[in-house]
């Protein structure tokens, strides 16, 4: 059976302080690892497919890397808008995807 | 190109009753997911549906039922509701292929009183 841990479970950061978000994951075999953004109420929003150890993934000031055991999301001087709880999943295919419980990020002014 | 769409938005109902959700798949997915999101918690997968059929399930017992139509549009489908479904249900459209992207629409919240 899929596992996934998030940390930390919450992050408040000050506009520009960069950090890491941990996705820890267990799994007999890796289809995939994803990273979304969910902002309050809404359906999660795709950012980052991870399929092999090493791999890195960029946008804007998100950079999604993958290791055998673990993925990083790295935040690069976070704006506020940059708020919100950041899901990790892995699986695809007909077994769906296994998410953790996220990582609820607060950047402040 | 048009994105996940789900309805309604919200939802209440008592329980022992049953519920419809509808979703149409984005433009050019063929396969449907649906997942439950309890407050708090990371979305759990409900099944999946490819070419009309469910190709896949997750731990969630049979009165969760669900359709795939034609057009790759899909309903959920709750009967005697409990206090324990309220959540936000998503559902979730992906192609077949190496890419096991799915793009998920924006959820109906159900509640169950």
């Known amino acids: 059976e899929d596992q996934v841990t998030q940390s930390p479970e919450a992050l408040r950061l000050q506009e520009g302080e960069s950090s890491s978000l941990n996705c820890s994951y267990t799994?007999?075999?890796?289809?995939?690892l994803f990273w979304y953004r969910q902002d309050p109420g809404k359906g999660p929003e795709f950012l980052f497919t991870l399929y092999s150890a090493g791999e890195e993934k960029e946008k804007e000031r998100l950079k999604a890397t993958l290791t055998k055991k673990e993925s990083f999301l790295h935040i690069t001087a976070p704006k506020p808008e940059d708020s919100a709880t950041y899901l990790c999943?892995?699986?695809?295919?007909?077994?769906?995807?296994?998410f953790g419980k996220g990582t609820h990020l607060i950047i402040q002014p | 190109e048009t994105g996940v769409t789900q309805s309604p938005t919200h939802l209440i109902k008592t329980r022992g009753q049953q519920v419809t959700l509808r979703c149409s798949s984005q433009?050019?997915?063929?396969?449907v997911s649906w997942y439950q999101q309890a407050l708090g918690q990371g979305p759990q997968f409900i099944f999946q549906y490819y070419r009309e059929e469910e190709n896949g399930r997750g731990n969630f017992p049979p009165r969760f039922s669900g359709l795939q139509f034609p057009n790759y549009s899909s309903e959920l489908n709750v009967n005697a509701l409990e206090l324990d479904d309220s959540a936000l249900y998503l559902c979730a459209s992906s192609s077949t292929g190496p890419a096991y992207e799915q793009y998920f629409g924006p959820g109906t919240r159900l509640t169950v009183t």
């Open positions: 999943a892995v699986g695809g295919g007909a077994d769906g995807l296994t």
């Open positions: 799994v007999s075999g890796l289809r995939g």
């Open positions: 433009s050019g997915h063929n396969t």
